[in-house]
């Protein structure tokens, strides 16, 4: 796959790929659906293996208040604990308006719409592949 394209890609590992490759990849499946089932907007999964040198897998998600966004994040750390990734770091604006958990393979975005407009992160992974996770959302 050349990534020109936005095609629905599967989270599975290249062919040589060590365990900690898919492990993270069902990780990053794993939190998408968590943001969809937690009514999260527009949640977009990218496989960023071979365009970035810090991480394999880009999680963008909006949330509808501050407090969903801190919900969802403590959730999505949780669940990187369950997976035995843990969390690198994570960072949060004074106003939860945009939440970052990296999980080093798995950087999670979470934002209040108007702030993830801002800083347009989708457009930053536009070249890259999205990943379908199997949840419909509704916009």
């Known amino acids: 796959m050349d990534g020109s394209d936005n095609a629905a890609a599967s989270p599975q590992p290249d062919r040589g790929a060590g365990a900690a490759a898919l492990d993270s990849g069902l990780f990053a499946v794993e939190a998408a659906q968590l943001a969809v ?22 999680l963008v998600a909006s949330g509808t208040s501050d407090r969903q966004v801190r919900s969802v994040g403590r959730e999505i750390a949780q669940l990187a604990r369950e997976a035995g990734l843990g969390r690198y770091a994570a960072r949060a604006d004074e106003a939860a308006t945009w939440l970052v958990i990296d999980c080093i393979d798995v950087v999670v975005h979470l934002f209040e719409p108007s702030r993830r407009a801002y800083y ?3 457009e930053l992974w536009s070249e890259a592949t999205e990943v379908d996770f199997g949840r419909s959302q509704s916009t």
């Open 37 to 58: 089932d937690r009514h999260c907007t527009d949640v977009r999964l990218f496989d960023v293996r071979g365009r970035s040198h810090v991480c394999d897998w880009v």
């Open 120 to 122: 347009d992160i989708d």
